[in-house]
């Protein structure tokens, strides 16, 4: 009896729930929401189910976040500590980078309410 090969995680944007998610075929393996203000997406809260934990999902995910939120002539506010370490430790983004300011934080509790 062989193994069958893990399936390849995919990311996709889920624009009605301002989040993306990373699926390990077709289970959900976790997300990163956003809340958008004008042309910075601020990214808020990161999740990887623990099921799919220790596999660089979290990475995968936030590259692709990122990738697609650059693309797309938006700004990045690392308000997540996963985003936040992220962009600390890969300088890839590093020009595309706002600060979080109080304002940001504000923006995604009003969003949340």
Do not use: N, W
Not at 8 to 29: C, F, M
Not at 59 to 83: E, M, N, Q, W, Y
Request: with cysteine; glycine share 6%.
């Amino acid at each position: 009896m062989t193994d069958k090969p893990e399936a390849r995680p995919t990311v996709q944007l889920s624009p009605e729930q301002l989040r993306y998610e990373i699926r390990v075929g077709d289970e959900p393996a976790g997300f990163t929401q956003f809340v958008d203000d004008g042309a910075r997406r601020i990214f808020f809260h990161t999740e990887i189910d623990e099921r799919f934990a220790g596999r660089g999902l979290a990475s995968t995910l936030i590259r692709a976040a990122l990738a697609d939120t650059t693309t797309h002539g938006k700004r990045i506010v690392p308000l997540c500590p996963f985003v936040a370490g992220f962009v600390e430790k890969h300088d890839d983004f590093a020009d595309f980078v706002d600060p979080v300011t109080p304002e940001a934080e504000r923006t995604v509790r009003e969003a949340l309410r």
